[in-house]
């Protein structure tokens, strides 16, 4: 199968991660470790047969340290939160299993989307429809629903701040929108737990129809 021609300069971000992540995996953050994670990258990227990882050509520097400061502030709290729970209800502790709908079906921001949010302590991304954009987060000491709808949210927050640092236009419109309307994309829970007429009813009665 021929490879699809794909421009250097989209595929660039991820030949960076990939010297970045050989420097981990060798544990040498040195310059010589980088740029032979460079060659590899370039080599397994431009050479193999792999489905295309098109960036969106643009990064938001301001939006970016601000999921960064996000990031590391939740890493530090879900760390505290995690050994209190641990120690305070051990085995008794409730988990659950997340359904999160991404806006994007792009693939480096589903992927992108989903380490941030397996990085958190007490939380793990175990499985993931592409076709939907779906991740299934396993999440720790969710005791009712509540708890599930607020961890969801949170989850459409950090993917909403991925699409603003690096997310093409058409995502990044989606969450424009989203501010502008004061709610998140997709249905409120609210809704999907209403049956299938009544949100048909309201949807004709919003359209004026009834």
């Known amino acids: 199968m021929r490879r699809p021609k794909t421009p250097l300069r989209l595929e660039l971000p991820l030949i960076l991660f990939l010297g970045f992540f050989w420097m981990a995996v060798w544990q040498s953050f040195e310059l010589g470790t980088f740029i032979i994670g460079l060659v590899y990258a370039v080599i397994i990227v431009r050479l193999f047969y792999l489905p295309p990882l098109r960036g969106s050509g643009r990064i938001n520097l301001f939006w970016g340290l601000v999921f960064l400061v996000r990031f590391l502030g939740k890493m530090v709290y879900a760390s505290f939160q995690v050994s ?12 659950s299993i997340i359904s999160i709908q991404l806006r994007s079906h792009d693939d480096l921001i589903v ?8 990085l958190v302590p ?10 939907t954009a779906t991740l299934y987060l396993h999440a720790l000491n969710v005791t009712d629903d509540t708890d599930a709808e607020r961890i969801r949210q949170d989850a459409l927050r950090t993917e909403a701040l991925i699409i603003r640092t690096c997310g093409n236009r058409s995502d990044l419109a989606v969450v424009k929108a989203e501010r502008r309307l004061g709610r998140m994309a997709g249905f409120s829970k609210t809704e999907r737990d209403a049956p299938l007429t009544s949100l048909s009813d309201d949807s004709r009665r919003s359209a004026g129809e009834v």
């Open 111 to 118: 992927t992108l989307t989903g380490h941030s949010l397996a």
């Open 84 to 95: 209190w729970i641990a120690v305070v209800k051990g085995p008794r502790v409730r988990n």
């Open 122 to 131: 007490g939380s793990l991304v175990i499985d993931v429809d592409r076709t």
